[in-house]
């Protein structure tokens, strides 16, 4: 069964960092470019940060730059996203995302299939 499942969301004081974790199943994520997508009370859905599985070449954001750094371990099939100095603005639900279609950029989510269920993230004082 094909699914995807993140972890390690929780709350945290601005400044402080969260590693999330994207646990894929049903297919390699060697073989599939991985999206990371955050959504706010609110507002639409946003993606954050994005891997190439071929080469690695990671993209991200603007407003994460610096701050977000996506990795993957191939032999646990799972992606990370490390955040450190998270900011309130920062607070949303984070997903990851299997990316099927290349037809927009990496940031429109109608390009990807498989979603997880998502993680929540909290950063406040």
């Known amino acids: 069964q094909l699914q995807l499942v993140e972890s390690g969301g929780g709350f945290v004081q601005p400044g402080g960092s969260l590693r999330l974790s994207c646990a894929a199943s049903?297919?390699?994520?060697?073989?599939?470019?991985i999206g990371w997508f955050r959504q706010a009370p609110g507002k639409e859905r946003e993606g954050v940060s994005y891997?190439?599985?071929?080469?690695?070449?990671?993209f991200s954001v603007d407003s994460v730059k610096g701050r977000f750094t996506e990795s993957v371990d191939n032999a646990k099939n799972t992606l990370y996203l490390q955040m450190n100095n998270l900011k309130p603005e920062d607070t949303a639900v984070y997903y990851c995302?299997?990316?099927?279609?290349?037809?927009?950029?990496?940031?429109?989510?109608?390009?990807?299939?498989?979603w997880g269920q998502g993680t929540q993230v909290t950063v406040s004082s």
């Open positions: 049903g297919f390699s994520v060697k073989d599939y470019n």
């Open positions: 891997r190439s599985a071929s080469t690695g070449a990671l």
């Open positions: 995302a299997r990316r099927v279609r290349y037809a927009r950029t990496w940031r429109d989510s109608r390009d990807y299939d498989y």
